[in-house]
């Protein structure tokens, strides 16, 4: 098993990562201080991995609450669904939440821990790569609003994220590339070896080689670790893991929560970002066409919506949490392996990229 330490002093946590956990009592009790657990999940996983689960918490008072498949899901209206079950099961303040699914479970979980009588413990199962790699660490918890993705949330950590390989043999193809977006841009935002390594065993990784794959959770996991440790909060370095999301997140908001898969905008949002600062001279022509290229490559999309211009952008980027002042900012790649925040961006610039 490989473990990494999200170090944040009284609220640090391991990230457990082996092919098989969800079949070994260890070390999921271990993290669960009182005898009250709810399981949130949906209704495709839980069908594939529930019982698994729930043999592991034979010992535990396990109630387990279903929501529907889908970004479109992780609302204000399940949200209030969560509140609803906990309270009508008397759930108290050492009662432990545990998510199981992707992206979406972990983040209306940790939305509904923090909530929960002002915090309770969560921890974070996940069993898609995108969760794995990426939402499930970090303690970025959130629900969405019509007006913008992730508007409505909290940073609050969890106890512990489990991660077992396995999951990834039961995820849909579409669902596995999504997740490589999020893969890819560790590589592009600040570790250009790690670029390298993806471009060299790409075949492997798309074939879904068991070491390849847990090499690359591991190797993405404490990359985010690192800069979580260094900015929980998102007040700096932070803000450089939302490469591609300013326009990824207007893509999903515009599209409809769902159309487009979130790594699918990301991934797109990455391309858009990069040749933005290949316009501006900031990186070159060769290593935009890597970029391109790797995306390609995982069967993401580079291209944007045919049905969406500058304006259609711009009135979702003015949301974005990451603005200042009113003022838009971005996460531009310098080269493959660096990436900076702007804020000088140009509605010209917007409009040649996107028009």
Known sequence: MTTVHVDLDDRSYPIYIASGLL??????????????VCIVSNEIVFPIYGEKLTNLLRAFDVDVIVLPDGEQEKSLQNFDRIMTHLLQGNHGRDSTLIALGGGVMGDITGFAAACYQRGVDFIQIPTTLLSQ????????TAINHPLGKNMVGAFYQP????????????LPPREFSAG?????????????AFFNWLEANKEGIKARDEALL???????CQCKADIVAEDEKESGKRALLNLGHTFGHAIEAEQGYGVWLHGEAVATGMVLASKLSEHRGLLPASEYRRVEALVTYFDLPVESPSDMNTEAYVKHMKRDKKNIGGQM??????GIGESEVKDDVTMEELKQLLD
Request: net charge neutral.
């Open 133 to 140: 790699v990426d939402s499930s660490v970090g303690g970025k």
């Open 329 to 334: 900012r971005f996460i531009l790649p310098m």
């Open 23 to 36: 079949e070994q009592s260890n070390p999921l009790a271990e993290h669960i201080k009182s005898s009250r």
């Open 180 to 192: 490589i977006a999020e893969v890819i841009k560790y590589g592009i935002l600040g570790d250009e």
């Open 159 to 170: 106890k512990a994220v489990i991660i077992d390989t396995n999951t990834l043999k039961t």
């Open 214 to 220: 847990t090499e690359v959770i591991a190797r993405c």
